[in-house]
Each structure stands twice: as C-alpha cells, then as structure tokens.
T-cell receptor, first 114, second 112 residues
Framework: AQSVTQLDSQVPVFEEAPVELRCNYS??????LFWYVQYPNQGLQLLLK??????LVKGINGFEAEFNKSQTSFHLRKPSVHISDTAEYFC????????????FGTGTSLTVIP | DTAVSQTPKYLVTQMGNDKSIKCEQN?????MYWYKQDSKKFLKIMFS???????INETVPNRFSPKSPDKAHLNLHINSLELGDSAVYFC???????????FGPGTRLTVT
C-alpha cells in the first residue's frame, strides 16, 4: 500500500519570501505524484503533477515541484509567495497501473503573512 | 459553468437520521468518486463508480451507499447517521485511467 507524509502541518511565511512544502511517499513501485491546493471553503484544485520525464515539474501560480526518486520525495516550492497563496496544500500519489486510486497526505496549511 | 457541483453545501442533522448528498459533473467523465475529509483535514477515498459499476469500495460502513442514476451523477446516501460521520465530503470525477481528478466544492456534514 502507498502512503504519503507531509511533515509540516502548518507553514507561516512572509509575503514575497520563498517557501518549500515537503512531501514524502512510500511505495516500492513507480508512482504518479500530485499537488493539490484547497482555498478556504473550496474544493481541491490541481497545482501540478509528475507522471514521467523531467523531474522538475512546473505548475500553475508559479509553483514547481521536484521528483526525487532516491529520497522518495516530491517537495513543492515557490520562489516568492503572495497573500493569495494562503491555502491548504495536499500531496497525493497514485499507482500508474490503476491510475484512479489516490492516496493523500494530511495537508500543509500555508499562511502568508503581510 | 460549474464542472463538478454538490448539494447541499452545508448539512446539519441529528444522529439516527438518513440523508443524501448529490453530485453532478458536466465534464463528460465516466468515473466519479466520493472522498471524506475529517476534522484533521485527512482526505480518504470512499467510493468510485465507472459506468454505473462500483470499482473501489474502501472500508466504509455499509450505512454509506453510493447511487449513480447516470454517469453524470453520483449521490451519496447515508443511513443512521452517527457523530463520527461529521466531515466534509468531496465528490470528484475523471476519465477512467486519467491521472487528473476534478473536485467539487465539498459538503460539510455536521451530525449533532
């Protein structure tokens, strides 16, 4: 079974500062990796995904993530955050063979401080 | 144009009642899902339906039953509600085998 760990439950950061949200997964097979964002009182929106190819993936709103197979990590980064980035961020993994079953981490609450 | 919609947005009810949450998608997807997000924000899949066939059924109590009248709808029926059922329930949809799921805005269920 696959699992996803997001070690940081809350990350406060000042506006225009860089941020990294950590995600580690446990799986003995190849995986697809995702980051979703949940703005207050809204559903989840896909930020970016890694399926194959380049390990550096660029997503919407200036976010990017890097797949590191040796460290089984998929950390999310943004060089300069805005107030509007305040939200809950979820890392997820799925099995390429089944595709549809997602396993989510417990989320990281990013708060951008003016 | 709302891609995945859920009704109601909020639902407050008493223990023992039976309730339903509706989900509709207008994306032409053939697979729909229900997720439960608990108070600690943990998101876990409950069901998925493809062409009216249940293809994932995690360890969910049989008080929960998904019903799909057509491939654009997947409703969630809950019988004999318990306090522990309080959570936010998300509907999602995708094409079977696709890596991307589209989520609805969620339904916050509170059982008192």
């Amino acid at each position: 079974a696959q699992s996803v760990t997001q070690l940081d439950s809350q990350v406060p950061v000042f506006e225009e500062a860089p941020v990294e949200l950590r995600c580690n997964y446990s799986s003995s097979v190849s995986v697809y990796l995702f980051w979703y964002v949940q703005y207050p009182n809204q559903g989840l929106q896909l930020l970016l995904k890694y399926l194959s190819g380049s390990t550096l993936v660029k997503g919407i709103n200036g976010f990017e993530a890097e797949f590191n197979k040796s460290q089984t990590s998929f950390h999310l980064r943004k060089p300069s955050v805005h107030i509007s980035d305040t939200a809950e961020y979820f890392c997820a993994v799925s099995d390429p063979n089944t595709g549809n079953q997602f396993y989510f981490g417990t989320g990281t609450s990013l708060t951008v401080i003016p | 144009d709302t891609a995945v919609s859920q009704t109601p947005k909020y639902l407050v009810t008493q223990m023992g009642n039976d309730k339903s949450i509706k989900c509709e998608q207008n994306l032409g997807h053939d697979t729909m899902y229900w997720y439960k997000q608990d108070s600690k924000k943990f998101l876990k899949i409950m069901f998925s339906y493809n062409n009216k066939e249940l293809i994932i059924n995690e360890t969910v109590p049989n008080r929960f039953s998904p019903k799909s009248p057509d491939k654009a709808h997947l409703n969630l029926h809950i019988n004999s509600l318990e306090l522990g059922d309080s959570a936010v329930y998300f509907c999602a949809s995708s094409f079977r085998g696709s890596t991307e799921q589209y989520f609805g805005p969620g339904t916050r269920l509170t059982v008192t």
